[in-house]
């Protein structure tokens, strides 16, 4: 297996975005590399590029109005283009699931294979709400009165309490410790992490990818926990509308599989990527 091998592409003027390849073969694309390395162990016979989207790890940090999800989605094709690749595997975890679902819309003749893990629902509403409830109920108790602090403080002490609060509610299992390292880079300050996002997800306005994701020609494997934050009937939601999809319900298990259950989570993915 041979890597890593890294660089950066210009996704636009100002706008450097770094990548990191690992091994020969298919090209799959993950986006966040810090976050996603463990997915690395998929290279065996593969190429796995991941990237750090625009403000996020070592790719440029940008103005605020400079972010959002559709620029998420042009980033992606920008990458792909100057890394000269005709038709690529997609893996998003978290909010990137939905960006590489969107982009295998926009541009399904680029996708060979999608794969969205413990990503958004295929509609904003009702399923945000739903979720938003069991977050604050999940944290208010383990930790009572933290959300009332966190209105009045929102220092940098109590941003990174709400991180650990988060891994400590959203998952179902203890968390292995992670092969990358996010922290060594300012991009991935839990403030400026929970900006970039909140702006991201802002911009997708009331989505309803129902319609559109029948555009979705390849094959697509969605994976959640039933111990996330969102409901497993939301993430059932995915395949109905799809030609050819399926659903990994992993038991006991929350939004970091790759983290909790990664035996489970990386066979899945290696039968499913397998040509």
């Not at 706008?15 to 690992?22: G, N």
């Not at 796995?48 to 400079?66: A, C, F, L, N, Q």
């Not at 934050?229 to 939004?255: Q, T």
Request: negative net charge; glycine residues 8%; aromatic residues 10%.
């Amino acid at each position: 297996m041979r890597g890593p091998a890294e660089g950066w592409i210009e996704a636009e003027e100002g706008v450097q975005l770094y990548f990191r390849i690992v091994g020969e073969g298919e090209p799959v694309v993950v986006p966040l590399v810090e976050w996603t390395r463990e997915f690395e162990v998929l290279a065996k016979g593969r190429r796995i590029i991941s990237y750090d989207p625009r403000s996020r790890g070592r790719s440029t940090g940008v103005d605020p109005e400079k972010i959002s999800f559709a620029s998420d989605v042009r980033d992606l094709e920008a990458l792909r283009r100057q890394l000269g690749l005709d038709r690529i595997s997609l893996i998003g975890w978290s909010y990137y699931g939905g960006v590489v679902a969107r982009y295998a819309m926009e541009f399904p003749e680029r996708v060979r294979r999608l794969a969205v893990v413990c990503g958004p629902p295929i509609r904003r509403s009702p399923h945000t709400e739903t979720m938003n409830r069991v977050m604050i109920e999940r944290i208010r108790e383990a930790a009572p009165g933290y959300l009332e602090e966190f209105q009045r403080n929102r220092s940098p002490e109590m941003l990174a309490a709400l991180w650990e609060l988060v891994k400590k509610t959203r998952a179902g299992r203890p968390l292995r410790e992670m092969a990358g390292d996010p922290s060594r880079w300012p991009n991935e300050n839990p403030g400026k992490v929970s900006e970039v996002t909140r702006r991201a997800v802002e911009t997708q306005g009331d989505w309803d990818w129902r319609e559109a994701a029948g555009r979705i020609s390849c094959p697509a494997l969605f994976v959640a926990g039933d111990a996330d934050y969102l409901p497993l009937e939301a993430a059932r939601e995915w395949p109905r509308f799809l030609k050819d999809a399926s659903l990994l319900e992993l038991e006991g298990v929350g939004h970091f599989p790759s983290l909790e259950s990664p035996d489970e989570l990386f066979e899945a993915l290696d039968r499913f990527l397998a040509p």
